[in-house]
Structures are given as C-alpha cells and as structure tokens.
C-alpha cells in the first residue's frame, strides 16, 4: 500500500487550499480514509474521515471551513480547505487501515501565515 500526499504549501489566513492523496496497492473503493494533522507542540490528531459510502466526520476545529472528498475511480482523497487559521498550520497526513495495519501517506506541510 502506497499512499501520496501532495498540495501543501504556504498561504495567507483566510486563503484555501486542496490537499490530494493517491493510494496504490489497496482496493480503494471499500476502505475509510483519513487526514491527521501534525501541529507544532501538539500530539497527532484526526482532522477529517470518510468512509467508503461516503459519509463523513470532522474534528470541530475544522467543521464548516474543511471538506473531504474521494474519487474512486481515480483512487484519489482530497481534503479542501477553506478559511484558514494560522492554527492550521502543521504536517497533514492520509491515511487508512487494512488488515489491522496502520498505512500512512509521508507527510505534506502546509503553513498558514497570519
């Protein structure tokens, strides 16, 4: 399983921005996929989870400025990410189980400026 984040960066508060995940070597349709966030002094957390029907949770920091989103046929997880928080800034990763095994994404940095 190989799992690809890309499209962090760095923006201005208020600013949006897309992160994407492609996922390889798994059968993407039938699993829950997942962002964490990483940020500075604090532990790793769940930002956003949506299962393979589509339905989906978010931790409240983020309800109503963040969305996740997936393409099963392009076997792709995205996160857009709307009015953002200088609070946001952190290391985001995709993830997923299978099997009773943790499989993560390397990491995509975004910075939010103030």
């Known amino acids: 399983v190989q799992l690809q984040a890309c499209g962090g960066g760095l923006v201005q508060a208020g600013e949006s921005m897309r992160l994407s995940c492609a996922a390889s070597g798994i059968i993407f349709k039938y699993i829950t996929m997942s962002w964490y966030r990483r940020t500075p002094g604090r532990q790793r957390e769940l930002v956003a989870r949506?299962?393979?029907?589509?339905?989906?949770n978010y931790t409240d920091s983020v309800k109503g400025r963040f969305t996740i989103s997936r393409d099963n046929i392009r076997r792709r997880l995205y996160l857009q990410m709307n009015s953002l928080k200088p609070e946001d800034t952190g290391v985001y990763y995709c993830?997923?189980?299978?099997?009773?095994?943790?499989?993560w994404g390397q990491g995509t940095q975004v910075t939010v400026s103030s």
């Open positions: 949506i299962s393979s029907g589509g339905s989906t």
């Open positions: 993830a997923t189980t299978s099997g009773n095994i943790d499989f």
